[in-house]
Protein backbone atom coordinates (compact mmCIF):
# COMPACT_ATOMS: atom_id res chain seq x y z
CA UNK A 1 0.00 0.00 0.00
CA UNK A 2 1.19 3.66 -1.11
CA UNK A 3 2.16 5.31 1.79
CA UNK A 4 -0.16 8.54 2.78
CA UNK A 5 0.70 12.05 1.33
CA UNK A 6 0.66 15.08 3.66
CA UNK A 7 1.57 18.36 2.16
CA UNK A 8 3.91 20.83 4.32
CA UNK A 9 3.00 24.22 2.88
CA UNK A 10 5.97 27.01 4.19
CA UNK A 11 7.09 30.56 3.38
CA UNK A 12 10.82 30.77 4.23
CA UNK A 13 9.94 34.40 5.61
CA UNK A 14 7.61 32.30 8.15
CA UNK A 15 9.34 31.69 11.48
CA UNK A 16 7.17 28.68 12.72
CA UNK A 17 7.99 27.14 9.12
CA UNK A 18 11.60 26.75 10.45
CA UNK A 19 10.84 25.24 13.27
CA UNK A 20 8.83 22.90 11.05
CA UNK A 21 11.12 22.35 8.63
CA UNK A 22 13.54 21.38 11.61
CA UNK A 23 10.84 18.35 13.24
CA UNK A 24 8.82 17.27 10.31
CA UNK A 25 11.00 14.53 8.33
CA UNK A 26 11.69 12.36 11.47
CA UNK A 27 7.90 12.79 12.92
CA UNK A 28 6.92 11.93 8.85
CA UNK A 29 9.16 8.95 8.67
CA UNK A 30 7.53 7.78 11.90
CA UNK A 31 4.39 7.94 11.68
CA UNK A 32 4.95 6.78 7.38
CA UNK A 33 3.46 9.26 6.34
CA UNK A 34 5.14 10.83 2.85
CA UNK A 35 5.29 14.67 3.18
CA UNK A 36 5.70 16.76 -0.37
CA UNK A 37 7.36 20.46 0.21
CA UNK A 38 5.55 23.11 -1.04
CA UNK A 39 7.15 26.46 -0.73
CA UNK A 40 4.56 29.40 -1.25
CA UNK A 41 4.95 33.34 -0.48
CA UNK A 42 2.68 34.73 2.29
CA UNK A 43 3.13 38.79 1.36
CA UNK A 44 0.58 38.47 -1.51
CA UNK A 45 -2.02 36.36 1.06
CA UNK A 46 -1.70 38.57 4.11
CA UNK A 47 -2.18 41.60 1.33
CA UNK A 48 -5.64 40.31 0.12
CA UNK A 49 -6.26 40.40 4.33
CA UNK A 50 -5.36 44.00 4.55
CA UNK A 51 -2.03 43.52 6.15
CA UNK A 52 0.79 45.11 4.39
CA UNK A 53 3.44 43.38 6.73
CA UNK A 54 3.91 40.19 8.65
CA UNK A 55 1.50 40.28 11.92
CA UNK A 56 4.23 39.85 13.59
CA UNK A 57 5.24 43.45 13.34
CA UNK A 58 1.85 45.06 12.63
CA UNK A 59 0.88 43.49 16.25
CA UNK A 60 4.01 44.43 18.46
CA UNK A 61 2.87 42.65 21.40
CA UNK A 62 2.64 39.30 20.03
CA UNK A 63 5.24 40.07 17.94
CA UNK A 64 7.27 40.07 20.86
CA UNK A 65 6.32 37.37 22.64
CA UNK A 66 6.94 35.29 19.46
CA UNK A 67 10.18 35.53 19.50
CA UNK A 68 10.07 34.33 23.27
CA UNK A 69 7.85 31.29 22.06
CA UNK A 70 10.37 30.60 18.88
CA UNK A 71 13.07 30.56 21.28
CA UNK A 72 11.47 27.82 23.79
CA UNK A 73 10.67 25.99 20.99
CA UNK A 74 13.90 26.11 19.30
CA UNK A 75 16.03 25.01 22.96
CA UNK A 76 13.12 22.36 23.59
CA UNK A 77 14.05 20.53 20.24
CA UNK A 78 18.07 21.40 20.27
CA UNK A 79 17.96 23.78 17.47
CA UNK A 80 20.02 26.99 17.46
CA UNK A 81 17.55 30.70 16.93
CA UNK A 82 18.47 33.87 16.91
CA UNK A 83 16.04 36.96 15.79
CA UNK A 84 17.31 38.26 12.10
CA UNK A 85 18.30 41.20 11.65
CA UNK A 86 16.14 41.79 9.03
CA UNK A 87 12.71 40.42 9.08
CA UNK A 88 10.40 39.43 6.69
CA UNK A 89 13.05 38.56 4.56
CA UNK A 90 11.73 37.94 0.56
CA UNK A 91 11.74 34.13 -0.19
CA UNK A 92 11.50 34.65 -3.88
CA UNK A 93 14.58 33.53 -4.81
CA UNK A 94 15.65 30.87 -2.22
CA UNK A 95 11.72 29.59 -3.03
CA UNK A 96 12.48 29.16 -7.02
CA UNK A 97 16.15 27.30 -5.81
CA UNK A 98 14.45 25.29 -3.79
CA UNK A 99 11.61 24.35 -6.07
CA UNK A 100 14.88 23.21 -8.64
CA UNK A 101 15.72 21.22 -5.47
CA UNK A 102 12.58 19.45 -4.55
CA UNK A 103 12.39 17.95 -8.62
CA UNK A 104 16.35 17.01 -8.15
CA UNK A 105 16.28 15.31 -5.17
CA UNK A 106 18.39 18.08 -3.05
CA UNK A 107 15.39 20.43 -2.37
CA UNK A 108 14.26 19.32 1.66
CA UNK A 109 18.01 19.29 2.88
CA UNK A 110 18.31 22.76 0.92
CA UNK A 111 15.28 24.32 2.59
CA UNK A 112 16.52 23.20 5.79
CA UNK A 113 19.88 25.15 4.96
CA UNK A 114 17.72 27.89 4.25
CA UNK A 115 16.03 28.37 7.52
CA UNK A 116 18.77 27.54 9.83
CA UNK A 117 20.92 30.38 7.71
CA UNK A 118 18.47 32.88 7.88
CA UNK A 119 16.52 31.95 11.78
CA UNK A 120 19.90 30.47 13.01
CA UNK A 121 22.71 32.38 11.84
CA UNK A 122 21.44 35.96 11.11
CA UNK A 123 22.06 36.00 6.92
CA UNK A 124 19.83 37.42 4.51
CA UNK A 125 18.06 34.99 2.68
CA UNK A 126 17.55 37.32 -0.27
CA UNK A 127 21.22 37.43 -1.25
CA UNK A 128 22.13 35.41 -3.72
CA UNK A 129 25.67 35.32 -2.22
CA UNK A 130 23.93 33.54 0.86
CA UNK A 131 21.98 30.94 -1.36
CA UNK A 132 25.09 29.99 -3.24
CA UNK A 133 26.93 29.52 -0.36
CA UNK A 134 24.50 26.75 0.94
CA UNK A 135 24.46 25.39 -2.41
CA UNK A 136 28.16 25.22 -2.38
CA UNK A 137 27.78 23.33 1.17
CA UNK A 138 25.64 20.79 -1.02
CA UNK A 139 27.50 19.70 -3.27
CA UNK A 140 25.05 21.33 -6.02
CA UNK A 141 26.69 23.19 -9.01
CA UNK A 142 25.70 26.71 -8.21
CA UNK A 143 25.40 28.86 -11.61
CA UNK A 144 23.42 25.52 -12.83
CA UNK A 145 20.89 25.72 -10.21
CA UNK A 146 20.72 29.47 -10.55
CA UNK A 147 20.39 29.42 -14.10
CA UNK A 148 17.26 26.12 -13.46
CA UNK A 149 15.88 28.62 -10.76
CA UNK A 150 14.86 31.60 -13.58
CA UNK A 151 13.23 29.42 -16.12
CA UNK A 152 9.73 30.30 -16.62
CA UNK A 153 8.39 26.52 -15.98
CA UNK A 154 9.90 27.13 -11.87
CA UNK A 155 8.28 30.74 -11.70
CA UNK A 156 5.19 29.23 -12.52
CA UNK A 157 5.20 26.63 -9.87
CA UNK A 158 5.72 29.09 -6.80
CA UNK A 159 2.86 31.38 -8.42
CA UNK A 160 0.60 28.36 -8.55
CA UNK A 161 1.66 27.28 -5.41
CA UNK A 162 0.89 30.78 -4.14
CA UNK A 163 -3.14 31.09 -6.11
CA UNK A 164 -3.60 27.74 -5.23
CA UNK A 165 -2.94 28.25 -0.99
CA UNK A 166 -5.06 31.58 -1.43
CA UNK A 167 -8.02 29.41 -2.97
CA UNK A 168 -7.13 26.78 0.10
CA UNK A 169 -8.11 29.36 2.61
CA UNK A 170 -4.60 30.26 3.83
CA UNK A 171 -3.88 32.62 6.44
CA UNK A 172 -0.45 31.88 7.28
CA UNK A 173 2.64 28.97 7.40
CA UNK A 174 3.21 26.63 8.15
CA UNK A 175 0.46 25.07 6.82
CA UNK A 176 -0.41 21.55 6.07
CA UNK A 177 -2.81 19.65 4.07
CA UNK A 178 -3.91 16.21 3.36
CA UNK A 179 -5.14 14.21 0.86
CA UNK A 180 -8.71 14.22 2.43
CA UNK A 181 -8.69 18.36 1.96
CA UNK A 182 -8.21 18.96 5.19
CA UNK A 183 -6.32 21.91 6.88
CA UNK A 184 -3.94 22.37 9.65
CA UNK A 185 -2.33 25.37 10.55
CA UNK A 186 1.13 26.36 12.40
CA UNK A 187 3.93 24.38 13.72
CA UNK A 188 2.31 22.95 16.80
CA UNK A 189 -0.39 21.47 14.67
CA UNK A 190 2.13 19.05 12.94
CA UNK A 191 1.97 15.73 14.91
CA UNK A 192 -2.17 16.04 14.63
CA UNK A 193 -1.96 16.70 10.85
CA UNK A 194 0.24 13.57 10.78
CA UNK A 195 -2.35 11.77 12.54
CA UNK A 196 -4.89 13.07 10.68
CA UNK A 197 -3.00 11.56 7.11
CA UNK A 198 -2.65 8.65 8.69
CA UNK A 199 -6.32 7.93 9.44
CA UNK B 1 7.96 21.29 49.32
CA UNK B 2 5.59 23.69 48.04
CA UNK B 3 4.27 22.75 44.80
CA UNK B 4 5.14 25.01 41.58
CA UNK B 5 2.46 27.45 40.95
CA UNK B 6 1.20 28.62 37.56
CA UNK B 7 -1.46 31.10 36.67
CA UNK B 8 -4.15 29.95 33.85
CA UNK B 9 -5.62 33.17 32.58
CA UNK B 10 -8.82 32.73 30.53
CA UNK B 11 -11.83 34.76 29.40
CA UNK B 12 -15.39 32.73 28.82
CA UNK B 13 -15.52 34.70 25.41
CA UNK B 14 -12.69 32.72 24.36
CA UNK B 15 -13.01 29.49 22.88
CA UNK B 16 -9.66 28.18 23.13
CA UNK B 17 -9.19 28.95 26.63
CA UNK B 18 -12.59 26.20 26.62
CA UNK B 19 -10.08 23.85 25.73
CA UNK B 20 -7.79 24.59 28.06
CA UNK B 21 -10.46 24.51 30.63
CA UNK B 22 -11.24 21.17 29.73
CA UNK B 23 -7.97 19.63 29.74
CA UNK B 24 -5.45 21.59 32.43
CA UNK B 25 -6.73 20.17 35.69
CA UNK B 26 -5.58 16.11 35.14
CA UNK B 27 -2.33 17.55 33.21
CA UNK B 28 -1.45 20.17 35.99
CA UNK B 29 -2.15 17.00 38.38
CA UNK B 30 0.11 14.62 36.50
CA UNK B 31 2.51 17.64 36.35
CA UNK B 32 2.59 18.11 40.18
CA UNK B 33 1.71 22.06 39.41
CA UNK B 34 -0.99 23.72 41.22
CA UNK B 35 -2.66 25.42 39.12
CA UNK B 36 -4.48 29.74 39.77
CA UNK B 37 -7.80 30.08 37.82
CA UNK B 38 -7.77 33.72 36.80
CA UNK B 39 -10.63 34.98 34.55
CA UNK B 40 -9.84 37.97 32.78
CA UNK B 41 -11.64 40.01 30.25
CA UNK B 42 -9.85 40.43 26.40
CA UNK B 43 -12.05 43.36 25.71
CA UNK B 44 -10.07 45.88 26.78
CA UNK B 45 -7.07 44.47 25.77
CA UNK B 46 -8.22 43.88 22.44
CA UNK B 47 -9.45 47.30 22.16
CA UNK B 48 -5.93 48.93 23.03
CA UNK B 49 -4.41 47.22 20.38
CA UNK B 50 -6.88 48.52 17.69
CA UNK B 51 -9.62 45.88 18.00
CA UNK B 52 -12.90 46.01 18.44
CA UNK B 53 -14.24 42.53 17.83
CA UNK B 54 -12.87 38.98 18.30
CA UNK B 55 -9.77 38.63 15.56
CA UNK B 56 -11.72 36.05 14.41
CA UNK B 57 -14.71 38.21 13.45
CA UNK B 58 -11.85 40.15 12.03
CA UNK B 59 -10.16 37.96 10.16
CA UNK B 60 -12.91 35.41 8.68
CA UNK B 61 -10.35 33.41 6.98
CA UNK B 62 -8.96 32.50 9.91
CA UNK B 63 -12.41 32.41 11.90
CA UNK B 64 -13.40 29.83 9.51
CA UNK B 65 -10.64 27.66 10.18
CA UNK B 66 -10.62 27.74 13.84
CA UNK B 67 -13.83 26.22 14.54
CA UNK B 68 -12.81 23.50 12.29
CA UNK B 69 -9.58 23.63 14.37
CA UNK B 70 -11.46 23.68 17.73
CA UNK B 71 -13.81 20.86 16.49
CA UNK B 72 -10.96 18.81 15.87
CA UNK B 73 -9.04 19.55 19.45
CA UNK B 74 -12.57 18.96 20.89
CA UNK B 75 -12.89 15.41 19.08
CA UNK B 76 -9.31 14.54 20.71
CA UNK B 77 -10.02 15.23 23.93
CA UNK B 78 -13.67 13.27 23.84
CA UNK B 79 -15.34 16.63 24.62
CA UNK B 80 -18.69 17.80 22.94
CA UNK B 81 -18.70 21.23 20.64
CA UNK B 82 -20.82 23.73 18.71
CA UNK B 83 -20.08 26.44 17.18
CA UNK B 84 -22.04 29.15 19.54
CA UNK B 85 -25.07 31.29 17.93
CA UNK B 86 -23.53 34.00 19.54
CA UNK B 87 -19.61 34.51 19.83
CA UNK B 88 -18.22 36.24 21.34
CA UNK B 89 -20.65 36.36 24.41
CA UNK B 90 -19.98 39.19 27.37
CA UNK B 91 -18.52 37.22 29.90
CA UNK B 92 -18.69 39.89 32.98
CA UNK B 93 -21.39 37.97 34.99
CA UNK B 94 -19.57 34.88 34.61
CA UNK B 95 -16.39 36.05 35.68
CA UNK B 96 -17.49 37.61 38.90
CA UNK B 97 -19.71 34.73 39.99
CA UNK B 98 -16.31 32.89 39.03
CA UNK B 99 -14.19 34.57 41.31
CA UNK B 100 -16.93 33.91 44.17
CA UNK B 101 -16.98 30.20 43.48
CA UNK B 102 -13.03 30.62 43.18
CA UNK B 103 -12.76 31.72 46.66
CA UNK B 104 -15.14 29.41 47.86
CA UNK B 105 -14.32 26.15 46.52
CA UNK B 106 -16.90 25.85 43.68
CA UNK B 107 -14.95 27.97 41.09
CA UNK B 108 -12.95 25.71 38.98
CA UNK B 109 -16.03 23.04 38.04
CA UNK B 110 -18.47 26.35 37.24
CA UNK B 111 -15.68 27.66 35.18
CA UNK B 112 -15.97 24.49 33.56
CA UNK B 113 -19.66 23.94 33.63
CA UNK B 114 -20.14 27.78 32.18
CA UNK B 115 -17.21 26.94 28.97
CA UNK B 116 -19.45 23.93 28.39
CA UNK B 117 -22.54 25.16 28.13
CA UNK B 118 -21.63 28.47 26.03
CA UNK B 119 -19.29 26.13 23.43
CA UNK B 120 -21.07 22.68 23.71
CA UNK B 121 -24.85 23.34 24.42
CA UNK B 122 -25.14 26.76 22.79
CA UNK B 123 -26.14 28.72 25.76
CA UNK B 124 -25.69 32.14 26.56
CA UNK B 125 -24.20 32.83 29.36
CA UNK B 126 -24.52 36.57 29.63
CA UNK B 127 -27.80 35.23 30.44
CA UNK B 128 -28.53 35.47 34.45
CA UNK B 129 -31.01 32.68 34.09
CA UNK B 130 -28.14 30.17 32.34
CA UNK B 131 -25.67 31.08 35.12
CA UNK B 132 -28.13 30.44 37.51
CA UNK B 133 -29.23 27.14 36.25
CA UNK B 134 -25.23 25.97 36.57
CA UNK B 135 -25.07 27.28 40.06
CA UNK B 136 -28.13 25.53 40.88
CA UNK B 137 -26.48 22.32 39.56
CA UNK B 138 -23.63 22.48 41.36
CA UNK B 139 -25.70 23.15 44.21
CA UNK B 140 -24.26 26.55 44.83
CA UNK B 141 -27.02 28.86 46.91
CA UNK B 142 -28.00 31.40 43.68
CA UNK B 143 -28.87 34.25 45.30
CA UNK B 144 -26.12 34.52 47.49
CA UNK B 145 -24.02 33.82 44.76
CA UNK B 146 -25.29 36.41 42.75
CA UNK B 147 -25.42 39.22 45.76
CA UNK B 148 -21.33 38.09 46.14
CA UNK B 149 -20.94 38.70 42.01
CA UNK B 150 -22.08 42.13 42.88
CA UNK B 151 -19.88 43.14 45.39
CA UNK B 152 -17.05 46.09 45.10
CA UNK B 153 -14.52 43.77 45.77
CA UNK B 154 -15.31 41.02 43.29
CA UNK B 155 -15.34 43.44 40.65
CA UNK B 156 -12.37 45.05 41.83
CA UNK B 157 -10.54 41.61 41.27
CA UNK B 158 -11.95 41.34 37.84
CA UNK B 159 -11.00 44.88 36.88
CA UNK B 160 -7.62 44.15 38.21
CA UNK B 161 -7.36 41.10 37.05
CA UNK B 162 -7.66 42.49 33.25
CA UNK B 163 -5.37 45.05 34.05
CA UNK B 164 -2.28 42.81 35.09
CA UNK B 165 -3.00 40.89 32.12
CA UNK B 166 -2.51 44.00 30.01
CA UNK B 167 0.16 44.99 31.89
CA UNK B 168 2.13 41.40 31.29
CA UNK B 169 1.30 41.84 27.63
CA UNK B 170 -1.40 39.60 26.69
CA UNK B 171 -2.58 39.92 23.62
CA UNK B 172 -4.79 36.28 23.86
CA UNK B 173 -6.05 33.87 25.53
CA UNK B 174 -5.78 31.13 27.48
CA UNK B 175 -2.34 32.55 28.37
CA UNK B 176 -0.28 31.20 31.36
CA UNK B 177 2.21 32.42 33.65
CA UNK B 178 5.22 31.04 35.55
CA UNK B 179 6.31 31.96 38.89
CA UNK B 180 9.99 33.15 37.30
CA UNK B 181 7.91 35.77 34.64
CA UNK B 182 7.40 33.54 31.93
CA UNK B 183 4.39 34.08 29.49
CA UNK B 184 2.75 31.41 27.13
CA UNK B 185 0.19 31.84 24.98
CA UNK B 186 -2.36 29.63 23.60
CA UNK B 187 -4.10 25.94 24.45
CA UNK B 188 -1.37 24.28 22.47
CA UNK B 189 0.90 25.92 24.74
CA UNK B 190 -0.47 24.50 28.17
CA UNK B 191 1.72 21.28 28.00
CA UNK B 192 5.26 23.30 27.67
CA UNK B 193 3.81 25.95 30.51
CA UNK B 194 3.28 23.09 32.69
CA UNK B 195 6.66 21.81 31.98
CA UNK B 196 8.09 25.53 32.77
CA UNK B 197 6.54 25.90 36.05
CA UNK B 198 7.97 22.37 37.31
CA UNK B 199 11.52 23.25 36.39
Keep these: MPK ?28 GVSVRWRPFLLGPI ?26 RNADEIGVGFQWPSVF ?7 SRVALVGLKEGWGEDFCR ?10 RIISEQAVIGDILTKLKVP ?25 KLGFFGAPTFTTADGELFWGNDRLEQ ?6 K
Design 4 to 31: PVMDFWFDFASVYSFLASMRIAPLAEAA
Design 46 to 71: FAAQGMQDSPFNLFPTKGKHMIRDVQ
Design 88 to 94: PQSAVLA
Design 142 to 166: VDAAFASAQADEIKAVLRENTAEAQ
Design 193 to 198: ALRWAK
Design 113 to 122: AVFHAEYAEN
